[in-house]
């Protein structure tokens, strides 16, 4: 039981760790392409451009913003 649940979270961290580095290259390939970047940051979407200037899109008042709307293609950014 002991040895499941240790594997169980060397699984999860390497998944966090590879989530984290998957993140920060599509980050920087966009960045590179030009392309906008949304991502949620304090209950608010963010858009950031390419030359690095940022603009808070929706601000949301309940803690939750709704995720069914996210399409493909969005990058999503775990703290």
Do not use: H, P, Y
């Not at 390497?14 to 970047?37: C, F, N």
């Not at 608010?44 to 293609?73: A, F, M, P």
């Amino acid at each position: 039981m002991k040895n499941e649940k240790a594997i169980s979270r060397n699984e999860e961290r390497l998944l966090i760790e590879s989530a984290e580095i998957a993140s920060s290259k599509a980050v920087r390939s966009s960045i590179a392409l030009g392309l906008t970047l949304k991502f949620i940051e304090d209950n608010s979407i963010v858009e950031v451009n390419s030359k690095g200037k940022r603009i808070v899109r929706q601000t949301v008042k309940n803690d939750k913003i709704d995720l069914s709307k996210l399409k493909k293609g969005i990058v999503l950014e775990r703290k």
